[in-house]
């Protein structure tokens, strides 16, 4: 039994809005694998929920006439991986979310929750990242476009708005035309695993040259991150191990991990240079780059 | 013929189907629940408790505090009372407790009508303690005694043992060895859980003046005592049932929640009453394995040969005595069993109070523990010889006939060197050993084994005795009740074999009763030390012999012929020359039971006094693959040779073996439980705690080298335990040879290794931009 | 509040009063005695209390009983036939001695049923991942992987 005052299951987006309008307190659940087990903590005990679980208006994954790639917020990670949308343009967000959890978290879990969490943690974030992510709030007071890396504002803390409902993902085009990617999750395990560390990496390659790079982390600070000055800096280097060490380099200038129990911020830090080299040096050959030195 | 065959278990359908109970399910609609209220602090005192808030919430029924129960001290380990005053357990427990011992010690309990109304409530309750600072291991609780955990032990030492084999002391053995080589080492096991599926739970219930307890745990008639002792009750007044299990693994051979479940439904005049721990519960508030400390010192000369060693072992207790120094004493044990020193063997061993969640028992009884220290030892030996790892093991591991100087027990059925030599052909250890001799690079390999040695039962340090009853039914087949438990392990397949085998009847003719019940059943202590299948074994196999007499004795009557001439062979009484088939066992059975001339009730009942033991062995082999930068260890292969004796059930046997080598390869790579400084446990969930899931279990191989024992009821040995044992120094020395890096300390994770490979110059430390 | 919670379990309709903050784990449990669903951890670590909702393994501690309306929810206990006849999964687990205290069989069993109900054959390592969500204490994975691997190819071979 959860420590709930009510639950109410809101009928569409726009109900759950006003739902939510009603009462400060009322707490939003979708997926609830993070949710509940907060609240059997004790966390949001007594309060009134709102639950947009599997609302059809958003759930599933479409393109736009643009090309912008949609995915609704309450789609569940295993309808994500396995979207024939998300294998062909990103397969790198289907392998990243295929990660969260377990195979039962992932039937119910939602990209839309692992977002709104705020955590650092979120397997879907450093992805998200790389792929210039567009998050579509919908509120009392209409629509609003964030871009996913105005998102956050600290460890749990996002810009959503009390009465707010995260409605999309929107991918847009020139980040997955021709751009190819990795994300490589460090676990302590191989399955049911909290990330002591993520990272994705997208590129696009021109002449076996990086004409577009993406470098995200999670866990390297008390929100998901990116690395725009390495970035930057990479843009024009050629193919090669080189390279992808160069992009540690720069990138784990960019971060600050801490220690936890987890793990010590200079295992972290190695860990990140570690990662971004591997991912680097893997989204490039998909790209068709050629890095055997 | 049935003993030896792999029959499929007689509770799997029921296990499938959802039809087997266990304690939760049984409980009655009306039950109320119980939730416990756990001390905020590591250690020190609660002033005062305030449940006013508590008692507001909707459902709840009853607050008792520290202060209100019984100040009688209780002891709660499973062991078998010991009417010797000197041998009896430490009595140091009470139902709750004014003295905080450990974070989340139990101060209180909240009685309420529904589970989520006595979680509410118990976390409005409010108390105010006296605070001391945290005691986080044996060493620094020796050192502090300001504020004894127990008054009885001022010193915080529940126990130092000491024992020395060889007729000099090793400082003698050295002086005389000027030639030897030393070896000085620290070896440190973690603190560990069981973490069965089935988290403890228990209810109780009063019928007039007798208290019913149902309960998840492996010692039914231990616990009945138990309960006695801790309610001052005489046992005739408590009755205890054990249904089906969600594994054990010597957690439940202790009395965690039963006796405030009895003492509860006195407070509510005989309701129900259910203490359902929680998963975080189960980590804090049951018990754990002992991390244990080993300082150790080893001489060796330079063709191999062991001289001496010395070491003192320093155990990590918990807050409350538990099983106490009865594991760091096996534990040490292991050091004079497994290895043979030609001059000198000093062990001392010491167990402190911690405010750490309370040790007990765990598959194994401390020698997971020392199997690390000598395993790791002899590949640390065998690389400072320049010498092969098994052929230092060959040299100087124990032999045939050996016989423990102090215990007498004895090796009846030797087969360590033929495990040794098994795995080492099937490893191609000489190949692979050159193959990974000389590598560079981020990913390397490596292949390491590890040895065991492991008792029988607990004789003869404490009683063994068991009980079995064999009914006959009126159709031929017979009911077989057990005092031994089923905890997963497969107990009721093996004594349904034994019986089948004993009697002279098929498998399916043998009705096992699953539950144990105080009331009915016969008297075991129940599911440890991998005692059963030998030492109730004994008792069913008594009890069996007995039955099959009664039955011939009544078939001589009837067929009028000497019953020396009769036998019982696949349900049929036979003529014992030719195996002519004479009457059907049904038809005898009936007859027995409705004849108008002679009416018997046919059936038999054995206690056994078990006054003997005997030790199993085994040897495992790891080979791992090491990606140095991203820290981690890949188990690329995996086996497990084991020296159990005649194998009653060849594929439950290995299925045992699975289970076992994967808590191994949870102790050597990813389990361990951590607190923060103030002593609050920072992982107690199954999402932080790391078990091996499927994805991290390697495919695991299993051979057998089967040697009758001839102790064993039917040729049989211990074998619950010990594939537990040595996969983790296996994988540690196959680290040690895949990296050159030795790691003195459980577990292999990935920060620890960070931390080596950074000293070894392995990895380069980052500079990042803080 | 109480709510009328309609949905059909195991084969059968039915409408069962809940809580509005009840999981469906308690539903299964308490209202229905199908037992069978485990309580290990609560808070979907563990895996024990898995069912299948249309089709699709979910750990009932953490789905709200409410998020059922509608749905088709499948148990062990609906497996066997009219008979009492063991499903070739339930069949597989005793031969292949997968199970041993039991706690965690049900629930596998129930991914198993998912495994095998996407039509589709899988490698060894696959089936790790896919069994991922449940943890055993007794198995080491070893037997489960042997009995999930078999009904698999069987069935889907």
């Known amino acids: 039994m959860y420590d709930v005052q009510s639950v109410y299951q809101a009928k569409s987006v726009q109900d759950a809005i006003e739902a939510l309008g009603k009462d400060e307190r009322a707490m939003i659940v979708s997926g609830g694998t993070d949710v509940w087990v907060q609240n059997r903590e004790g966390k949001h005990a007594g309060l009134p929920f709102v639950s947009i679980h599997g609302l059809p208006e958003i759930t599933g994954v479409r393109i736009e006439e643009d090309g912008t790639l949609v995915i609704g917020a309450a789609t569940c990670f295993t309808d994500i991986t396995a979207s024939p949308l998300i294998q062909r343009h990103v397969p790198m967000l289907g392998e990243a979310v295929d990660q969260v959890g377990s195979p039962q978290i992932r039937n119910v879990g939602t990209i839309g929750g692992n977002v709104c969490n705020g955590v650092t943690s979120a397997d879907s974030a450093p992805s998200l990242f790389a792929l210039d992510a567009q998050l579509k709030l919908q509120g009392a007071m209409g629509e609003r476009i964030v871009p996913i890396t105005e998102f956050y504002t600290g460890a749990g803390k996002t810009v959503r708005a009390h009465d707010e409902v995260l409605c999309e993902v929107r991918i847009p085009k020139e980040s997955y035309e021709g751009v190819y990617g990795q994300y490589i999750k460090y676990g302590k395990r191989n399955a049911m695993e909290i990330s002591t560390l993520g990272c994705a990496v997208t590129v696009k390659l021109g002449n076996q040259k990086l004409v577009r790079v993406r470098i995200a982390y999670g866990v390297a600070g008390p929100t998901p991150l990116r690395c725009f000055e390495a970035e930057a800096e990479l843009v024009g280097k050629p193919v090669g191990k080189e390279t992808a060490c160069l992009a540690a380099d720069l990138a784990v200038q960019a971060i600050r991990p801490r220690t936890s129990w987890r793990a010590s911020k200079e295992f972290r830090l190695h860990l990140a240079h570690e990662l971004c080299t591997r991912a680097m040096e893997q989204a490039m050959e998909k790209a068709g780059g050629k890095i055997n030195d | 013929m049935s003993v030896g065959e792999s029959i499929t278990r007689v509770d799997a359908v029921q296990k499938v189907t959802g039809q087997a109970k266990y304690t939760a399910d049984l409980a009655p609609k009306n039950v109320l629940y119980a939730k416990l209220v756990h001390a905020t602090i590591a250690n020190g005192r609660v002033l005062s408790i305030d449940g006013g808030e508590a008692e507001k919430v909707n459902g709840f029924v009853k607050l008792v505090t520290c202060f209100d129960v019984p100040k009688t001290q209780f002891p709660t380990p499973g062991h078998p009372w010991s009417v010797e005053k000197a041998h009896q357990d430490v009595s140091d427990r009470t139902l709750l407790s004014e003295r905080v011992r450990l974070y989340g010690d139990n101060i209180a309990v909240v009685i309420a009508q529904s589970s989520l109304a006595a979680a509410k409530a118990a976390r409005l309750v409010k108390a105010e303690y006296e605070e001391y600072a945290p005691l986080m291991s044996a060493k620094e609780a020796l050192a502090h005694t300001e504020h004894p955990l127990h008054e009885e032990k001022p010193d915080n030492l529940i126990a130092h043992s000491h024992f020395t084999v060889g007729e000099e002391s090793y400082e003698q053995a050295k002086a005389e060895e000027p030639d030897c080589l030393e070896l000085v080492k620290n070896y440190q096991t973690q603190t560990v859980q069981h973490c069965h599926l089935e988290p403890a739970q228990s209810y109780a219930y009063m019928e007039g003046d007798r208290i019913v307890v149902v309960s998840s745990t492996q010692i039914p008639h231990i616990i009945r005592r138990i309960i006695g002792q801790a309610l001052s009750l005489p046992l005739g007044r408590i009755r205890v049932v054990k249904p089906y299990i969600g594994g054990g693994f010597g957690n439940k051979q202790d009395a965690l929640v039963e006796p405030l479940a009895a003492y509860l439904t006195t407070v509510v005049g005989g309701k129900p009453v259910m203490v359902e721990l929680s998963r975080e519960e189960n980590f804090t508030a049951t018990r754990v394995r002992h991390a244990i400390e080993f300082d150790t010192r080893a001489l060796v000369r330079r063709d191999g040969t062991l001289i001496a060693r010395k070491l003192s072992a320093y155990s990590a207790q918990g807050g409350y005595a538990s099983h106490g120094h009865s594991i760091v004493a096996n534990s040490t044990a292991a050091f004079k069993q497994l290895y043979r020193d030609r001059k000198a063997l000093e062990c001392d061993a010491y167990t402190a109070y911690t405010t750490m969640p309370t040790a007990g028992a765990m598959r194994g009884y401390g020698i997971p523990q020392s199997d690390f220290a000598t395993e790791c030892m002899s590949d640390d030996l065998a690389l400072m010889l320049h010498m092969d790892p098994i052929d230092f093991r060959l040299k100087n591991c124990v032999q045939a006939g050996y016989k423990d100087p102090h215990t007498g027990i004895t090796f009846y059925s030797y087969g360590l060197e033929e495990c040794i030599q098994k795995g080492k052909k099937a490893f191609h250890w000489e190949e692979k050993r050159k193959e990974y001799a000389h590598q560079t690079g981020d990913i390397r390999r490596g292949v390491g084994m590890a040895i065991f040695i492991y008792k029988t039962g607990v004789y003869p340090i404490s009683l063994e005795t068991a009980g079995a009853r064999l009914t006959l039914n009126q159709d031929g087949s017979v009911m077989l009740q057990m005092g031994a438990t089923e905890i997963g392990q497969g107990a009721d397949t093996v004594f349904s074999q034994m019986t089948a085998e004993t009697v002279g009847i098929t498998e399916d003719r043998v009705h096992i009763v699953s539950t144990q019940d105080t009331d009915y059943s016969p008297f075991d202590t129940g599911a440890y030390a991998s005692r059963q299948t030998y030492v109730s074994g004994m008792a069913l196999k008594g009890a069996a012999e007995l039955l099959k007499k009664r039955i011939l004795d009544y078939a001589a009557e009837v067929l009028n012929r000497p019953a020396e001439e009769l036998d019982i062979r696949q349900n049929n009484i036979v003529q014992a020359k030719d195996g002519d088939v004479l009457l059907a066992l049904a038809k005898l059975a009936e007859e027995a039971q409705y004849s108008l001339k002679h009416s018997v009730h046919i059936s038999a009942e054995y206690s056994h006094h078990c006054t003997d033991n005997t030790f199993s062995s085994g040897a495992c082999f790891a080979e791992v693959e090491v990606d140095i930068p991203m820290c981690r260890v890949k188990i690329l292969r995996i086996l497990a040779v084991h020296d159990s004796g005649t194998l009653i059930n060849p594929k439950l046997a290995e299925a045992q073996v699975h289970g076992g080598v994967s808590m191994g390869i949870g102790y050597g790579l990813y389990e361990e439980m951590l607190f923060n400084e103030k002593g609050k446990p920072l992982n107690d969930n199954l999402l932080d705690y790391k078990l091996p899931t499927a994805m991290d279990s390697p495919d695991m191989e299993v051979e057998f080298v089967q040697v009758e024992d001839p102790t064993g009821p039917y040729g049989n040995k211990a074998l619950g335990e010990p594939p537990a044992i040595p996969p983790a120094p296996a994988i540690r020395n196959a680290v040690l040879n895949a990296t050159g890096v030795a790691v003195d300390s459980l577990p292999l994770s990935p920060q620890k290794l960070f931390e080596h490979f950074v000293r070894a110059g392995l990895i380069k430390e980052e500079q990042g931009n803080v | ?157």
């Open chain 3, 1 to 157: 509040m109480i709510k009328l919670l309609n949905m059909t379990v195991n084969g059968r309709a039915v409408s069962v009063p809940v809580e509005e903050g009840e999981a469906l784990l308690e539903t299964l449990r308490n209202r229905l005695e199908l037992t069978s669903v485990k309580r290990g951890c609560e808070v979907g670590e563990c895996g024990a209390c898995t069912v299948l909702v249309d089709g699709r393994a979910v750990d009932s501690c953490i789905y709200l009983a409410l998020w059922a309306e509608g749905k088709n929810v499948l148990t062990v206990e609906g497996l066997q036939d009219e008979n009492g006849v063991l499903n070739p999964i339930q069949k597989a687990f005793v031969e292949e001695a997968a199970v041993q205290c039991g706690f965690c069989t049900p629930g596998i069993i129930l991914s198993a049923v998912e495994i095998v109900g996407s039509g589709k054959k899988y490698t060894r390592d696959e089936l790790r991942k896919q069994i991922s969500g449940h943890l055993c204490r007794c198995t080491g994975y070893e037997n489960i992987l042997n009995a999930v691997e078999r009904i698999v190819n069987e069935l889907n071979g």
